[in-house]
């Protein structure tokens, strides 16, 4: 005996019987997915995207905090005077630097490397250009001094100030004799901000993924033309030339030590 | 009469750079004429000067502040014209 359902519809002439909805070939069924983090039991479902991990921020730059050399500039501590002449500006000194304390005045002025607004940023850089110039064998005990102020100017990620500290790096390992060598056991304070910045010889540019966003080099720059390297700007080339300067006056430890920090470091002088 | 002593006859600008022009230069970025002029003021027999290229390394301004020169060259070409030679 057949029951008829309660409420059922009434039966359909088979004429005016619609076929059956199919997908049509070659159509896959559509899976919502969604987008989640990793390491989470959602990841583990079929339909979840995995998101990239987040940025690390390894070129990003730092908050810039007040330096003792601004203080003490503000204070009128310093012996020096802003002189403007044809060139652009020059220090005046007020004292012969030959008279000066070095392990005072310098470690203030290399604290000084980290200001980027004029004109503390131009005396702290002049300033240590003439006191490695005319120092001789004051310079010398005074380097142990001078690593903390070098690790904070690099560590702040500016590109200005990197190009700065560099130029300086350089300058004072040629400024008088041993200090080379004197510089080799505080590498790796002062390496490893370079070693992430060795391969910087473009602008960067931040480019959206539809996962994530990354940073990445973007050496195109159409038809203008690139004077960083003119001008000594390019980052990537500074680095090199002053490793190049670490090895060259470090002594014979210098490229063991410098290639502890930075592997893909090659030899200027074996080569 | 010591030649210190003298005022300059004649005055021409420099067209070319040599190391006289270069020393020339520096005296005038601190103020005075040339070497003369800065040993007759300060009283001095020497100047200090870089021993490797033999230009001039400190002067001593008129306020009494001092003025540091780098060893290499620092007058540009384009500041070579406006350097006074002053001849006795």
């Not at chain 1, 001008?231 to 500074?238: F, H, Q, S, V, Y």
């Amino acid at each position: 005996m057949v029951v008829e359902k309660a409420a059922a519809s009434p039966p359909v002439p088979v004429g005016e019987r619609r076929p059956q909805k199919q997908e049509p070939l070659g159509r896959k069924k559509k899976i919502r997915q969604q987008v989640t983090d990793g390491f989470t039991v959602k990841a583990l479902m079929k339909n979840s995207v995995v998101r990239g991990p987040p940025l690390a921020g390894a070129f990003k730059e730092r908050p810039t905090k007040p330096t003792a050399f601004r203080k003490f500039y503000e204070r009128g501590d310093f012996p020096i005077a802003l002189e403007h002449d044809t060139k652009g500006n020059k220090i005046a000194w007020k004292v012969e630097i030959e008279k000066l304390d070095y392990h005072y005045y310098l470690p203030l002025f290399f604290d000084g490397l980290c200001e980027m607004t004029f004109p503390c940023e131009f005396f702290a850089r002049q300033g240590i250009h003439d006191m490695l110039e005319h120092g001789g064998n004051k310079i010398l005990p005074v380097i142990p001094q001078l690593i903390i102020p070098i690790k904070n100017a690099l560590s702040l990620r500016n590109r200005q100030v990197l190009c700065i500290t560099l130029k300086v790096l350089q300058h004072l390992v040629v400024s008088a004799d041993m200090v080379g060598e004197a510089l080799v056991p505080y590498y790796r304070q002062i390496l490893p901000v370079l070693n992430i910045f060795k391969n910087m010889n473009g602008n960067i540019k931040m480019f959206q993924t539809p996962h994530s966003k990354r940073r990445r080099k973007d050496v195109n720059s159409g038809d203008g033309i690139d004077y960083s390297q003119q001008k000594r700007e390019n980052i990537g080339d500074l680095i090199q030339e002053t490793l190049e300067a670490f090895e060259r006056y470090g002594g014979e430890t210098a490229y063991i030590n410098i290639k502890y920090m930075i592997p893909t470091y090659q030899s200027c002088i074996l080569n | 009469m010591a030649k210190a002593d003298l005022k300059p006859k004649s005055i021409r600008h420099a067209k070319n750079w040599s190391d006289e022009v270069e020393n020339l230069y520096r005296f005038q970025q601190a103020g005075y004429r040339d070497e003369f002029e800065y040993k007759q003021v300060k009283q001095v027999d020497t100047v200090e000067c870089w021993p490797e290229t033999g230009f001039v390394k400190k002067l001593q301004r008129r306020d009494n502040t001092y003025y540091y020169y780098n060893k290499q060259r620092e007058c540009e070409d384009k500041e070579v014209h406006k350097v006074k030679v002053y001849v006795y």
